[in-house]
């Protein structure tokens, strides 16, 4: 603590009473300094001792008058018995004492009870500073604060209760036990018994310990937190606002999700693309098995070949050559399309010639395979990619073959209807399972029903696109163990 | 002295005759199934001394064909086995080890160690 200030106002050079004030209180904490002429800084003096000598206020009756108001002011009269003590006191001065007095005891006690007095006063001052500070301190943190007595009573609310709720603004905050606080802050908030969020808080406040986290119906969200406090003399709880941290991680768990969704479609992806070209390997690898197996035959047994032989053999060959080049030329239209370098280039064409032209290779490659078409109702020409057409009928002439049940058999209708032509393809092969049919057309997709059945994946999303392509439409239906029907529409020019 | 059998098993038609026109070639008789089930049923009605099978075919795979061959019947639990492959990987024949087959052929095949490979496995038998 500061020394207290004893100030001595006295016009004389040599200060008598400031020499007897000294004879006093010298040794004390106390500084003592004396002043004859009125100067700015004796106008400032506060909350200090002023003894102020009679010679002093005849000459400054003005500023002493203002000095009384804010010290304890003693008047020293020196002049004698006639002094007025009641005009005087009624001036504002706390103590009235005749200059002849400063040296008896009487005058001693009444200074030292005086200094005592301003010493504890000047105590509770700081006290009280020092308190406006940990609630100014306090009010402005980001969090708010509330102690309880081991009684669960508030002992301090900080000043966000008061911002965030009116009743803690009008009734006595201090005092409340923490039940009629929550009472208090439930309904303010509308928060009601059977709110989930209203049972948290209650748990939180009736038990005042731990943590817990309550979602407010206005969005924001606040984390709860008790603590004892030394020797259970009590329980501080703070409250945080942890709404832009909560948002924050909502956002990031998305990004996250995202993220690992997209790492997953990758991993998925590249699984898919690994499987395909194993299975593409597969698949060339059959023909050309054929062709290596027929190859060796010839070489080794030239000496003994006959002409049939010979002709069986070529013919073999050629038949798994144009079966490579169909599964080149599938593999390669797939990603020139994936590419959009396949263009649409219509021409006038005989369909049921290719039709049957298809028909009767599928034949040759499947000897079993039965096939029924009913082909009298369309026009000789139609005008439509021959190509792409090509791609079309054997892939799903093959699939038939490949999927086929037991003996393969497939029925091909074909109409013209409003310059549409209708081609149907129906099959008895194994079908498509319900919950997979919509994913059929999915580029590298293959049913879960085709394991062991070699096959890249891209037929049927071929077709798909192929169809497309030229404005046309496909639909299929299918029972898994009967067979399947594809419904096929393009778009004529009538021209 | 009496001709071997052999079983062979293959989806593929043209593969099939070519396999079997090769193997008859070779001296042995040469009896055809075009699937896994067919060809579980054929063991017991010719009773082969070897079994070329297909790796990968609709229905019943080579494997499943083997594994049920070795673990069903007790018969034919040794019963000399050699896997054709169109597989592109490698890894595959590891995983077919512990069935024990003769031999893991890749396709195309070449005929002569096809040739001795059926010979190798009839004479470990």
């Given amino acids: ?495 | 002295m009496t001709k071997k059998t052999i079983l062979l098993i293959e989806d593929e038609a043209d593969l099939c005759e070519l396999l079997q026109d090769e193997l008859s070639q070779a001296g042995y008789r040469v009896c055809i199934a075009r699937n896994g089930e067919q060809g579980l049923e054929q063991i017991h009605n010719i009773d082969p001394d070897l079994i070329l099978c297909d790796r990968a075919m609709p229905k019943m795979s080579g494997y499943d064909l083997l594994e049920r061959i070795r673990g069903v019947y007790p018969q034919y639990s040794d019963i000399p086995f050699i896997f054709l492959t169109a597989l592109a990987d490698a890894r595959d024949g590891d995983a077919v080890k512990h069935l024990k087959p003769s031999a893991y052929l890749g396709k195309p095949v070449d005929f002569d160690l096809l040739r001795e490979e059926v010979k190798q496995a009839l004479k470990n038998a």
């Fill in chain 1, 1 to 495: 603590m500061d020394k207290l200030d004893i100030v001595v106002l006295d016009t004389d050079e040599k200060s008598e009473l400031a020499q007897k004030l000294w004879l006093f209180v010298g040794g004390q904490n106390v500084e003592l300094r004396h002043r004859k002429e009125a100067k700015s800084e004796t106008v400032d003096i506060r909350n200090k001792i002023v003894c102020i000598n009679e010679n002093f206020y005849n000459k400054n009756k003005e500023l002493c008058n203002k000095i009384n108001v804010s010290n304890i002011s003693f008047y020293v009269s020196q002049s004698g018995e006639d002094f007025d003590r009641i005009g005087l006191l009624s001036e504002g001065f706390d103590y009235v004492v005749h200059g002849k007095d400063i040296e008896n005891e009487h005058f001693n006690k009444l200074l030292n009870l005086v200094i005592s007095e301003q010493k504890s006063l000047q105590k509770q001052q700081d006290k009280r500073e020092e308190r406006r500070y940990f609630r100014d301190a306090l009010s402005v943190s980001p969090d708010a604060l509330i102690i309880f007595d081991e009684n669960k009573k508030i002992i301090y609310a900080s000043e966000h209760y008061s911002r965030v709720y009116k009743s803690f603004n009008d009734a006595l905050v201090e005092g409340l036990h923490v039940e009629e606080a929550f009472a208090l802050m439930s309904q303010e908030q509308d928060v009601m018994p059977g709110d989930p969020q209203y049972q948290i808080a209650r748990d939180f406040w009736y038990n005042l310990d731990g943590t817990s986290e309550i979602a407010l119906k206005n969005g924001q969200t606040l984390r709860l937190t008790a603590r004892q406090l030394p020797d259970s003399r009590g329980t501080a709880v703070t409250t945080t606002n942890i709404t832009e941290y909560k948002e924050q991680q909502a956002v990031s768990e998305e990004q996250s999700k995202k993220l690992e969704k997209l790492l997953s479609a990758e991993q998925e992806a590249s699984a898919i693309q690994k499987q395909f070209i194993s299975m593409v390997s597969h698949e060339f690898k059959t023909p050309l098995t054929i062709i290596d197996g027929n190859a060796q035959i010839l070489s080794r047994r030239s000496d003994e070949l006959t002409g049939d032989i010979v002709e069986k053999r070529s013919k073999t060959i050629r038949s798994a050559v144009s079966r490579l080049i169909n599964l080149m030329d599938g593999v390669l239209s797939s990603s020139m399309i994936e590419t959009g370098n396949l263009k649409y280039e219509p021409e006038e064409f005989d369909l049921k010639a290719l039709i049957n032209e298809l028909c009767s290779e599928q034949m040759d490659l499947a000897p079993t395979l039965q096939i029924h078409t009913d082909l009298n109702n369309i026009p000789d020409e139609v005008s439509l990619d021959k190509k792409m057409m090509t791609l079309i009928i054997s892939n799903l002439l093959s699939n038939a073959v490949k999927f086929a049940h037991e003996e393969p058999s497939v029925e091909i209708n074909a109409e013209i209807k409003n310059s549409l032509l209708l081609l149907q393809f129906n099959d008895n092969g194994i079908g498509i399972p319900d919950d997979e049919q919509d994913k059929i057309y999915d580029r590298f997709y293959r049913a879960s029903n085709t394991a062991g059945i070699t096959g890249t994946g891209i037929g049927l999303n071929l077709v798909h696109q192929l169809v497309q392509i030229q404005g046309g439409s496909i639909k299929l239906v299918s029972v898994e163990g009967e067979g399947t029907t594809f419904y096929l529409t393009f778009p004529l020019n009538d021209e």
